[in-house]
């Protein structure tokens, strides 16, 4: 198991752990002074953050240990995130009491262009978005959250994984967890963290994907769509098949989607 799961999981995967979703988590005046400020500090903040961290690593070909760990350590108490595959986002967005669409802020700090593919999740009877002010957006502090019933959510979650997103989970000061994300390489801010620096803000599923080389037809559409460099080709007897590097792999199961041969699954990790 994930160190989250030895944490935060009470001898499960954290994420099913009912008590990370507990409304009683929100009377922490922490939480709740944190989620006020929440779009500014997280993604305001930290896409400058990046930006001055990423001249770091282009002058020096890394970045100081101690500014990694300090990094790692920080987004592990407030906003971390892990991929799920949409077996597990299905799970957790069924049994939520709400849901809400609203902005991607990644998107709206990189583009100042609206991107829906972010859902407030809730489970107790007070949600932990009606702090958030929504004029961060450009709109009045009561607009932007767009009730959905939990069908129409994953409908739409599974629209964006056949174009490629990818789906996170991320928490509101650990272990609380608030929030579905369905993310591209180009337009999250946590994929740029670790592509730009190579520093992880998420955490990879608790699966990984494997592919039967038996049937494989090397096609290597597979590997155009993976976002974490995770699939090569090899060659065997002749035949040029897909390879998946389990310590790249992220277990987001997009892969399973190209492939027409149905040669891809995940496993457990």
């Given at each position: 198991m994930c160190e989250f799961c030895t944490k935060h999981g009470e001898g499960k995967i954290w994420y099913k752990n009912a008590a990370n979703y507990a409304g009683d988590l929100l009377s922490d005046l922490n939480r709740r002074s944190y989620i006020e400020t929440f779009l500014s500090s997280a993604f305001k903040e930290g896409f400058q953050t990046l930006g001055r961290l990423e001249t770091i690593y282009q002058k020096k070909g890394r970045l100081p240990e101690a500014v990694r760990t300090a990094l790692i350590k920080k987004a592990k108490q407030e906003h971390f995130g892990q991929v799920l595959p949409i077996e597990e986002i299905s799970e957790l967005v069924k049994n939520a009491r709400t849901v809400v669409r609203m902005p991607c802020a990644c998107r709206w700090d990189m583009e100042k262009k609206e991107v829906r593919c972010c859902y407030a999740i809730s489970y107790g009877p007070e949600p932990w978005y009606n702090a958030i002010d929504m004029s961060y957006f450009g709109t009045t502090s009561d607009q932007g959250l767009e009730s959905l019933s939990a069908d129409i959510a994953l409908q739409q979650m599974e629209e964006m994984e056949e174009q490629g997103a990818i789906h996170t989970i991320w928490t509101m000061m650990t272990p609380f967890i608030g929030a579905i994300c369905n993310c591209s390489a180009e337009g999250c801010l946590a994929m740029s963290t670790l592509s730009k620096i190579h520093v992880e803000?998420?955490?990879?599923?608790?699966?990984?994907?494997?592919?039967?080389?038996?049937?494989?037809?090397g096609c290597g559409l597979c590997d155009t769509v993976c976002h974490f460099n995770a699939i090569s080709s090899i060659t065997i007897s002749g035949r040029s098949v897909s390879r998946i590097d389990p310590a790249r792999c992220f277990g987001c199961g997009i892969c399973r989607k190209s492939c027409s041969v149905n040669a891809i699954s995940l496993v457990l990790r």
């Open positions: 803000t998420m955490a990879r599923a608790e699966y990984t994907a494997r592919v039967d080389e038996t049937i494989c037809s």
